[in-house]
């Protein structure tokens, strides 16, 4: 008789239990749920800090910078009437600019080749109106290169063939380029080239190397002598023919080869 009562006993704990299985999926959804709030919350949460940063980021770039629309006054705050009567005259500098924008002033070095690009965009110009008056474009060309500016000086009008001493005709051109180096904040190098013809037998230089050399040199002492500038913005180099600016297997390349090259280099002196 007992063995019934057991059974009875065992079926309401399984029903109890099963009824009782709805509070842990239950438990699992609020928990799910509270995961989920926070998670949101967490994401809609502004730093306030960086906020006002680009904010104040934001107002400085619209109110520094020149408006499309007149009498403009920022994206936020209100235009003067006054302001709008008598605008303020524009007349800040470019360091001030910067550091509206937010940006770090230039340093005495950046501003001092700020200052020599404008030197060598003038000298350029100078140069290139001088070649122009004179017609000279046969024998100087001149461009703007990343060392610097160049200027190409044929062989034609400065020597004689396998000789290093100036011409005559050759003081107008350099007598004009030392009127001008004299006013530059940099270092002036002058590069001696040849053809790949050998020299002759009754040559007084051994090699194109001594010929380049010596060009390069005659060039250079017209600048420290006849024009009395300073030897410490020069620099000179002989080449030879190892930098060809043609083919040298044409008479027209070997022309072009036979060369001195002066170029106003993009440096400041120490």
């Known amino acids: 008789m007992r063995q019934p009562n057991r059974r009875r006993r065992n079926r309401k704990q399984e029903g109890s239990d099963q009824r009782d299985r709805w509070m842990i999926t239950y438990a699992d959804l609020i928990t799910l749920l509270l995961i989920f709030f926070v998670v949101m919350y967490a994401m809609s949460r502004l730093d306030t800090e960086k906020y006002k940063l680009v904010t104040q980021s934001l107002q400085a770039t619209f109110q520094s910078g020149d408006s499309i629309l007149e009498m403009g006054s920022g994206i936020t705050g209100t235009a003067d009437t006054e ?3 008598n605008p303020p005259p524009q007349t800040a500098v470019t360091e001030d600019k ?9 340093t005495e070095r950046e501003l001092a080749f700020r200052a020599q690009e404008e030197e060598l965009a003038n000298f350029m110009g ?7 008056d004179n017609q000279l474009e046969e024998d100087i060309f001149i461009s703007d290169e990343p060392q610097g500016i160049a ?15 100036l011409k005559s005709g050759a003081a107008p051109v350099l007598g004009k380029l030392a009127s001008l180096f004299g ?5 002036v190098s002058i590069e001696g080239h040849t ?6 037998r009754h040559s007084s ?8 050399g010596a060009r390069a040199m005659s060039v250079l002492r017209f600048f420290l002598e006849d024009s009395k ?3 410490a913005g020069f620099q000179y180099a002989g080449y030879a023919d190892t930098r060809p600016a043609a083919d040298n297997a044409t008479p027209e390349g070997k022309q072009k080869n036979r060369r001195v090259e002066i170029t106003v280099l993009r440096q400041l002196k120490q």
Do not use: C, M
């Open 83 to 85: 302001n709008h009567k």
């Open 98 to 106: 910067e550091e509206d924008n937010g940006e770090a002033p230039l």
């Open 126 to 132: 100078l140069i290139q109106q001088y070649v122009k």
């Open 151 to 165: 200027i190409t000086l044929s062989d034609r009008f400065l020597f004689d063939v396998g000789k290093a001493e």
């Open 183 to 187: 006013d530059l904040n940099t270092t």
């Open 195 to 200: 053809d790949n013809v050998p020299i002759g």
């Open 205 to 212: 230089y051994k090699d194109n190397w001594e010929l380049s």
């Open 229 to 231: 500038l300073d030897p």
